[in-house]
């Protein structure tokens, strides 16, 4: 059993947790992650309310049993470690998130080199690994690579997994895990703003502040694995805590030429800007 700290919170694992960070606090631990027999799984994804919590079973690779102080991993005797991981990463700790009453935004995050903290958030394949990966090889901490989480009385305050990232897929489908030193692993850190990866443009792009109303909409759109609440019956709860945070943090779309992976000089500055929690016009 490894003693580990992600979302801010101590963990005790007997799994692999990619992103998560070696920690030498006391004291009990707020979610064990614990290795089960290995079992065959189904034939499709499911997700189940249970009298202890949730289920969720991926075909080929485990079911993890998802409690309010531990998640089961029962792995399928022919799944890749990697993807048993993979999963439980991607999906059994947002639902546990979920689960103890966190709003979890599908983003990364970074701490920048001058200080303030920014969320980049859009769909899968927009970028916001690839963004996170000049920021960090540039000197940003890392909060979060692919899920950050809020809890109502900590307000813009974001945590993650800070102890890497996911590169892009490699030729054989598979994501490779980048691990980053621990001077730049940040367990959380509040939000000067949080970024909207928007459609591509032919021109410059640009940034452009949401309104309140859109903000709590896209909030609510960028929800990672949105099911869950709905399953736990806390959609009422998560509306009002979207709108909490839209009130806390200002939410901008990000609109980035076609074609253009790397950051310019001019979004350089933009992001720093930000970060030290100035309004672009």
């Known amino acids: 059993m490894q003693r580990l700290i992600g979302y801010g919170l101590r963990l005790d694992a007997q799994l692999a947790v990619p992103g998560a960070v070696p920690d030498d606090?006391?004291?009990p631990a707020d979610l064990s992650i614990l290795r089960d027999p290995p079992q065959s799984t189904g034939?499709?994804?499911v997700y189940a309310r249970t009298d202890a919590g949730l289920c969720f079973v991926c075909p080929g690779v485990a079911s993890y049993r998802i409690a309010a102080q531990s998640i089961h991993v029962a792995p399928d005797p022919d799944a890749r470690p990697d993807m048993i991981t993979g999963m439980l990463v991607a999906t059994a700790l947002p639902a546990w998130l979920w689960l103890r009453g966190r709003f979890v935004l599908h983003a990364g995050a970074v701490r920048l080199s001058g200080?303030?903290?920014?969320?980049?958030?859009?769909?899968?394949?927009s970028g916001k690994s690839t963004i996170l990966a000049q920021l960090a090889?540039?000197?940003?901490?890392?909060?979060?690579?692919?899920?950050i989480a809020?809890?109502?009385d900590t307000g813009a305050l974001a945590s993650g997994l800070g102890g890497g990232w996911f590169s892009a897929r490699d030729d054989g489908g598979a994501r490779p895990f980048v691990a980053v030193d621990m001077r730049q692993s940040c367990s959380g850190a509040a939000l000067a703003a949080i970024l909207?990866?928007?459609?591509r443009c032919e021109g410059e792009g640009g940034l452009m502040r949401i309104d309140p109303v859109a903000a709590v909409?896209?909030?609510?759109?960028?929800?990672?694995?949105?099911?869950?609440?709905?399953?736990?019956?806390?959609?009422?709860e998560v509306l009002h805590d979207a709108t909490l945070l839209a009130g806390t943090i200002p939410l901008y779309s990000w609109r980035r030429r076609a074609g253009v992976a790397t950051l310019t000089p001019a979004e350089w500055a933009m992001l720093e800007r930000i970060g030290m929690g100035k309004e672009i016009e």
């Open 137 to 147: 090889a540039a000197g940003a901490a890392v909060i979060g690579d692919d899920t």
């Open 43 to 45: 034939e499709a994804p």
């Open 25 to 27: 606090r006391d004291g």
């Open 196 to 199: 909207l990866l928007d459609q």
């Open 150 to 152: 809020f809890s109502r």
């Open 115 to 125: 200080g303030g903290a920014i969320a980049i958030a859009g769909a899968s394949g």
């Open 217 to 236: 909409a896209a909030l609510l759109t960028h929800r990672h694995r949105p099911r869950v609440p709905a399953l736990l019956g806390r959609t009422v």
